[in-house]
DNA sequence: CGTGCAGTTGAACGGGGTCAAGTGGCGTGG
DNA sequence: CCACGCCACTTGACCCCGTTCAACTGCACG
């Protein structure tokens, strides 16, 4: 387990959102870990399927990964996962996974069963409230990111997706200007609602106008300001109201 | 309050998303019951307004509402409430609602502060299970929203939109086929990212086919079967994968 | 080398937005 | 009582942004 490190950015547990079960009270005073046990998921592997594996919670602790939804009208990625995200919450709800999730790069995640959270709950009210507070985080990113696809254009949901990492890398410790980009164009599309096409364009334009530079899946921001001017759509890239 | 069903449909506790807190066995054997006191509100009044309001859920017991959410691009509009629904569920993270609600009609709602449910819990895990369910669902339907706004055409947003409601209301014991849309064009179009010019074209071009009969603020479904063909791009419609 | 996939770039198309005009219901005030 | 303004909704004509279709590059694989 030396150098599972060696895959790429991690987080220690502090900065992990699980980290205030696995740190409760309850389990100092010898209630069972929320973790059952740690897993390594390989490149392209699942850490589960969509109507499969009832009741798994996972929180990604090094590598990175993409949450999608197929509602048979073709592949929509909810969301991508950071290490010290969690995955599988919305599992709550019937038992079965609607989602699935994979690896975009060599993952190490550890494996919460569900149970296990209900079991902490009865000895620790901090855990109900946790879980209760990430989820309820969760519901609003998801909001979120359907007002993002009601209202915002191409070039936009670009600059917002890049801010997005940016934001997030930050808050884990890591350059908010100089990140991986390990996902494909397709898989960007497939989050933002745009095909690779128009998503490569609006790269290539960013990178023309010196607002960031592209080397082979990363990310440098040059121009964070103008990203989010463009976002908020100041001067003379309206910003339509209604 | 003997005729506050007057304002129009309007559900029994029993199949209010909320009862199994109300019901719960730790309220019977003597704490305190979610519920701090009922109100009424006249249509345009706000449930909660975003930014203020922390730490507060709403049961809607009869009328219709709207959850928006406004991120400086415009409004949009998250879900339509019916009767048995909940609102106020994403303040859970940070203590502020980030949405707003509406009445859309006048409603009656239950008002239920966080702090309630947290004490419920102490007593009684089910209640902290039902909350962990609820915001799951609530999360599964978001997630769904955002796909569906990323992959379906016009046409298809709003069958599924009228077919969605058609659900809601059958699963209340109302019927499927005829009921209220008290909701403008406006308010359909910023739920389902059309403009209300389209929301009106797609509208009567369903009407034209005879596949809906469109009164004043009401929809009476002619051929539902139609509707779901045309969501799932069966014949001719083609749905489009990736 | 040939095949395949990821990414880029160009040209043309079309779905839905934009703009504009028109209708009808409703409340208000003369 | 009607005149008027207002607002929700409808309908038509035009246009633009992002999709579609296609060609091309570069790199990884056998």
């Known amino acids: 387990m030396a150098n599972l490190a060696d895959h790429g950015n991690q987080v220690a547990c502090a900065a992990c959102v699980m980290s205030p079960l696995c740190n409760s009270r309850a389990v100092a005073n010898g209630a069972p870990s929320p973790v059952e046990l740690r897993r390594r998921i390989a490149a392209g592997e699942r850490f589960y399927e969509a109507g499969s594996g009832r009741d798994t919670i996972f929180a990604l602790r090094a590598g ?45 995640v550890c494996v919460i069963p569900a149970y296990r959270t209900e079991l902490l709950g ?11 507070e990430l989820l309820s985080i969760q519901l609003a990113e998801a909001e979120s990111h359907a007002a993002m696809l009601a209202r ?64 082979w899946r990363e990310v440098r921001i040059l121009g964070m300001e103008k990203l989010r001017e463009l976002l908020a759509g100041t001067p003379e890239g309206k910003a339509h109201q209604q």
């Not at 901090?126 to 879980?131: L, N, Q, S």
């Not at 908010?176 to 494909?184: Q, R």
């Open 152 to 215: 915002l254009t191409a070039p936009q949901r670009v600059a917002r997706f890049l801010l997005d990492l940016s934001r997030r890398w930050a808050d884990r410790g890591y350059s908010s200007t100089h990140y991986k980009l390990p996902m494909g164009r397709r898989a960007i599309g497939q989050h933002l609602a745009l095909t690779t096409e128009t998503v490569s364009r609006m790269l290539s334009d960013f990178q023309a106008k010196s607002w960031v530079d592209l080397p």
């Open 64 to 108: 990175f990964a993409q949450v999608s939804l197929d509602d048979g009208h073709g592949t929509h990625v909810v969301r991508f996962l950071l290490p010290g995200d969690a995955a599988g919450l919305d599992s709550f709800a019937g038992g079965a996974h609607r989602t699935e999730t994979i690896a975009l790069e060599d993952c190490e």
């Open 122 to 132: 009865r000895y620790s009210e901090a855990t109900c409230v946790r879980m209760r």
